[in-house]
């Protein structure tokens, strides 16, 4: 099989890299990365200069980083799923729409996540408090964003940074009811079966969300 994906069904970023895997019906393998398969997890620490998942192997090629791995996909690996706009100027939005969702969403919610991995008992305050913030920020800031303005259609590259990012932002910090297309945009993209599909994969693995996995979605 030439296309060979390494992370793990409970990984924002491992969701990301699959979800144009989906969309596009490639066939592909995916190899989990855990203790189960130490083999994987060997393989990322060489690939990965952070030794960090998703890793994609096509052929003689390795690319690390979903936001490449997506880009990758859209020039050897076409599909019905656009991915990334041919035309330039949108293909600058969609990619500019990739950095918000990964620096600012999921990076703000990374910020509370992180500060329960180190201290699940009595976590940072500022830390939570930072990222609870920043979401808030983030979501408003996407919400004036998507008043004026039109998403590429899915899948693209943006449906790829969204949908894991809201996903799991929202169970740290609710899209407040003054966000109603954040809200919308999230509800939407999770109906999407590619993204379906990576919630339902990655249930079993809930109660490693270390400030709690909400009952719902």
């Known amino acids: 099989m030439t296309l060979a994906l390494y992370g793990h069904p ?14 596009n019906s490639a066939a592909f393998e995916f190899r989990e990365v855990g203790p189960d398969h130490p083999q994987h997890a060997k393989f990322v620490k060489q690939a990965h200069p952070a030794g960090k998942f998703p890793v994609l192997v096509d052929g003689d090629t390795t690319m690390i980083e979903a936001t490449s791995i997506v880009e990758h996909l859209a020039l050897h ?26 620096n600012y969403v999921m990076g703000s919610m990374q910020r ?17 408090a930072a990222g609870k913030d920043g979401l808030l920020r983030v979501y408003r800031w996407l919400e004036t964003w998507l ?3 039109t998403l590429p259609p899915h899948v693209s590259l943006v449906t790829c940074a969204a949908a894991p990012s809201l996903f799991y932002a929202d169970w ?15 509800a ?30």
């Open 112 to 128: 509370v996540v992180n500060a329960y991995i180190a201290n699940k008992e009595t976590p940072d305050p500022e830390e939570i």
């Open 77 to 102: 690996h076409p599909g019905p799923a656009p991915l990334i706009p041919a035309d330039p100027a949108q293909a600058a939005v969609t990619r500019m729409l990739d950095r918000v969702f990964d």
């Open 10 to 23: 409970f990984s924002s970023y491992t969701w990301k890299a699959l979800i144009p895997l989906y969309a």
């Open 147 to 149: 008043e004026a303005n």
């Open 172 to 186: 740290v910090e609710r899209i407040p009811g003054d966000c109603p297309r954040v809200a919308a945009l999230r």
């Open 188 to 217: 939407e993209v999770l109906a999407l079966p590619a993204v379906a599909r990576c919630v339902d994969d990655a249930r079993p693995y809930r109660a490693w969300f270390p400030p709690g996995a909400p009952d719902r979605d």
